[in-house]
């Protein structure tokens, strides 16, 4: 049995809920035995970076100094703003130990950072550590006639330097994990955009422009939904989309799922326990296309063979 030590955020608590409740579901159905951090404080996000340098080191660094006390080698965290604020601290401090004593003296009472806890999000978790012959072994639901865009926000890859995993422009690793559960990954240009993150409340606007961006290309690919890893993508997406329509005078029509939630479905676990209900945008169209595999046209037959026999050669 693997374990893991797990950051929840405020988010996860509250209104991402669902994301928390998929991820203990999953992980458990994966034999991950999740320590939830205790006593745990917010990271900062995402006011604290904006206000004051030692506090949006600090905040974090309490969290990664409490992480050291257990005996787990990996802290895995859901939400993307969480996961990027404490990666940016453990980097920071790790590349520079003067700073690291400056930070921790606010902090001391708690004891002294060492760095032995890797950072990982829960995307990176699932797709390094857990792997997807694992993911793929648990199936028992195939998502097979789904086709999903893949959205990773702008954090959970960027910047390269500090997240160290997947492309920073073009990732594919939840495009992997959704096609072994079954499901096919759309081509998505937009899989990095921003889709105005905490904007939300402050510049609708600007989520409103954002966001319809990704849903017009979202569904330009052909997806049925998109699937997230980031508690603000999904709220943004889905909150935000009726009134993205409004203001575009365009139906997308997009549910927005959690990566975890789709993992939970396709492992055969009850859909009244995945809190779809939660959702503004209704998931049952979507989750409709499960089973409707469509033929294959002929020409891409022929492409396909063509393609294997040019591999033969080489």
Not at 65 to 74: D, M, S, Y
Request: hydrophobic residues 40%; aromatic residues 6%.
């Amino acid at each position: 049995m693997k374990k893991l030590t797990y950051f929840p955020g405020c988010s996860a608590h509250g209104t991402s809920e669902e994301f928390d409740k998929t991820v203990k579901m999953v992980m458990n159905a994966l034999d991950v035995q999740m320590e939830e951090l205790p006593d745990w404080n917010c990271c900062g996000a995402t006011s604290a970076h904006t206000m004051s340098e030692t506090l949006a080191y600090a905040l974090p660094l309490r969290n990664l100094i409490l992480a050291e006390r257990l005996n787990n080698n990996i802290m895995a965290i859901p939400c993307a703003s969480c996961y990027q604020r404490m990666k940016v601290t453990k980097v920071h401090m790790d590349d520079n130990p003067g700073l690291a004593h400056k930070i921790n003296s606010t902090v001391v009472e708690e004891g002294t950072y060492e760095g032995k806890v890797a950072i990982k999000s829960m995307l990176q978790y699932c797709y390094e550590d857990i792997g997807l012959e694992a993911i793929k072994a648990k199936v028992t639901n195939s998502l097979a006639g789904m086709k999903l865009a893949c959205y990773y926000g702008c954090l959970l890859t960027r910047p390269k330097a500090i997240t160290q995993f997947d492309s920073p422009e073009y990732p594919i690793s939840m495009d992997h994990i959704v096609e072994a559960l079954g499901a096919k990954a759309t081509e998505f240009d937009y899989k990095t955009e921003c889709c105005g993150a905490s904007f939300s409340i402050s510049d609708t606007e600007v989520v409103i422009n954002l966001s319809g961006q990704v849903l017009a290309m979202a569904k330009e690919s052909g997806a049925h939904a998109i699937v997230v890893a980031c508690p603000l993508c999904q709220s943004n997406l889905d909150m935000r989309q009726p009134d993205i329509e409004k203001h575009t005078g365009k139906k997308y029509d997009l549910p927005i799922f959690y990566l975890t939630q789709l993992m939970a479905l396709a492992f055969g676990m009850p859909k009244e326990e995945m809190m779809f209900d939660k959702h503004i945008i209704p998931v049952d169209g979507a989750l409709a296309n499960i089973g409707k595999i469509e033929p294959v046209p002929e020409k891409s037959k022929k492409t396909k063979k063509a393609v294997e026999a040019e591999s033969e050669v080489e």
